[in-house]
């Protein structure tokens, strides 16, 4: 009736469940065989941190079977190294090879050592396909939680949004947008109530406060249960044509055409994927590559495009670095210092190479710009 395809479970960590068959797992199989009676295709997302591959395991050997859960370290790795911030939850990242490992496998903790939770955390993701883990750069969790409400946009300069979302679309995983995200929204996004119970909301101002303690934010949140706080979060939607505004919206649109057109992009599949953390630089490598007969119907049925190789900068610094290539005749089909998206106002970088031989495997020299990716095609 509402044409509802899709379920978000909020928080599954914090369901205590002892029984032989589990709720998540009864909700799914339940779920999945009313929507094979109507004939429709859905989806259950688990929202959880606890980095468990038996959400989205077979129930066969003992997992859930949901379709798909989030992966919080990827939006924690991303976070922590283009913002510096290593506060609170955010303790446990900030290093370069995480963003490696995360792009890689899925998530970071896998049984490692977490300082924040004082224990190990996690299991491999080395079984879950990419299909089933979706990563953010933004949510309403990261962005609401903060005391002020700060969006990546407050954060970053605007190289670095470009950054973000190039590395989210980019890779083999299920991205999920934030509203607004999409064209650098300014207004916070703050946390706000409507309770009619005082008592209640002065134990929910309490309780953010007591929130914030773990982080280095100064100052008082705003009145989660004031008019005005909700007010201040609303999104203006005109600044989708308005200056760097627009010009960001229209990156993010290639970045999701080329998801879909190229085909070593198009099939969520991490398995052909090869990722090199250059440290010395730091630049990440990626390389993707398309399996015959897993071309997603909307890519292009041609040669190009089923072999890319992704470059991204990762520091506000520019380099020059020696990486290795595969060979062939490579063509960049997209650079993120091209003029065309830059940001007005300012100056480009000066456009780099557009065209790469390599005779045989081996390597190739490149200068990147602080926070700059290309996508390179063959």
Request: aromatic share 8%; charged share 20%.
């Amino acid at each position: 009736r509402f044409h509802i395809d899709a379920l978000r479970l909020d928080a599954v960590h914090a369901i205590t469940d002892f029984s032989a068959y589990p709720f998540l797992a009864e909700l799914n199989a339940v779920a999945h065989r009313r929507a094979a009676l109507l004939g429709r295709q859905i989806a259950l997302i688990a929202e959880s941190d606890q980095n468990d591959p038996r959400v989205v395991g077979r129930p066969e050997v003992g997992g859930f079977g949901l379709d798909a859960q989030w992966s919080d370290d990827f939006h924690h790795a991303v976070h922590t190294l283009l913002t510096g911030e290593r506060d609170g939850y955010y303790e446990d990242f900030g290093a370069f090879a995480q963003l490696a490992r995360v792009y890689r496998d899925g998530w970071v903790y896998g049984g490692d050592y977490s300082v924040h939770r004082q224990r190990r955390h996690g299991q491999p993701a080395d079984n879950i396909p990419a299909s089933r883990l979706v990563v953010c750069v933004q949510n309403h969790d990261q962005v609401g939680n903060r005391m002020l409400g700060e969006r990546l946009t407050a954060l970053l300069p605007f190289e670095g949004l470009k950054l973000a979302a190039a590395l989210l679309l980019l890779s083999p995983y299920l991205p999920m947008l934030f509203m607004g995200e999409e064209y650098g929204e300014p207004a916070p996004f703050l946390y706000f109530v409507n309770h009619g119970d005082e008592h209640l909301v002065e134990a929910v101002r309490q309780g953010r406060k007591n929130e914030f303690a773990a982080f280095v934010w100064k100052g008082e949140p705003p009145d989660p249960q004031a008019e005005a706080t909700r007010d201040r979060s609303r999104l203006d939607h005109t600044k989708r044509q308005q200056g760097k505004h627009q010009v960001l919206f229209g990156w993010y649109r290639e970045l999701i055409r080329l998801r879909k057109t190229l085909p070593a992009l198009a099939v969520p599949d991490k398995s052909s994927m090869r990722v090199t953390a250059v440290a010395g630089a730091p630049l990440l490598l990626v390389q993707r590559q398309a399996q015959m007969g897993s071309i997603a119907p909307q890519a292009t049925d041609q040669p190009a495009g089923r072999d890319v190789v992704l470059v991204f900068n990762v520091q506000a610094a520019p380099t020059t670095v020696t990486l290795p290539w595969p060979a062939g005749r490579w063509q960049v089909v997209l650079d993120s210092t091209r003029s065309v998206w830059s940001e007005p106002g300012t100056s480009p970088a000066e456009a780099g190479i557009s065209t790469i031989d390599v005779t045989d495997t081996g390597t190739v020299t490149l200068t990147c710009a602080p926070f700059a990716v290309s996508v390179w095609s063959r």
